[in-house]
């Protein structure tokens, strides 16, 4: 039996930025508690994700989708997750 992959979940972030930090000591829980860990990715070191994301930063993407930007919105998260077949915990 095949069993989907998880998404991957992606925080595009920066150095020295508040808003990053608060959003990623509130996703990190909230994925550990489904088995999924965020890769943080910096949008200064990427010319692509710099010009879409900018100053929307933080940014998070599931599956290579936006779901929120600047602050976390934690039911737009579960729902993508959901969608790809995460459970809901």
């Known amino acids: 039996m095949n069993v ?14 508040p808003l990053c ?7 990190w829980p909230l ?3 489904r088995g999924l ?3 943080v990715r910096d949008v200064d070191s ?4 710099l ?8 940014v998070v993407e ?3 989708e936006a779901v929120c930007h600047g602050h ?3 039911e737009a998260v579960l729902e993508v997750l959901g969608a790809r077949g995460v459970s809901p915990v």
């Open 51 to 58: 010009r879409r994301y900018g100053l929307k930063v933080p």
């Open 62 to 64: 599931v599956a290579g």
């Open 37 to 39: 860990h965020p890769e």
């Open 31 to 33: 994925l550990a508690a």
């Open 21 to 27: 930090d608060e959003l990623l000591a509130e996703l």
């Open 46 to 49: 990427d010319p692509v994700a």
């Open 4 to 17: 989907p992959a998880a998404p991957e979940v992606v925080v595009w972030s920066r150095e020295d930025c």
């Open 72 to 74: 976390l919105d934690a």
